[in-house]
């Protein structure tokens, strides 16, 4: 099942910082696209908001839905 979510990342600045999230998104199965003004990440693919969401505080970037 594909799934389509959008994240709120307020810590994400940067370049080095979208391609940390990427690099965290992309081994669950999911897809990252980048809105870095809004400081929001939409996710595509099989991963579920909660998966993403753990996966990414894990590496310093809190998360939540949008």
């Known amino acids: ?6 994240l ?3 810590d994400m600045s940067c370049g080095h910082c979208r391609a940390s ?3 965290a998104v992309t081994p669950l199965g999911a897809k990252a696209d ?3 003004s809004q ?4 996710v595509t ?4 908001p909660e998966a993403v969401i753990a996966a990414l505080d894990r590496i310093g970037f809190p998360a939540e839905p949008v």
């Not at 099942?1 to 959008?6: I, N, V």
């Not at 400081?39 to 939409?42: C, F, K, N």
């Open 8 to 10: 709120s990342v307020p």
């Open 39 to 42: 400081r929001r990440v939409t």
């Open 1 to 6: 099942m594909t799934r389509h979510f959008t």
């Open 34 to 36: 980048f809105d870095m």
């Open 45 to 48: 693919g099989e991963a579920t």
């Open 21 to 23: 999230i990427d690099s």
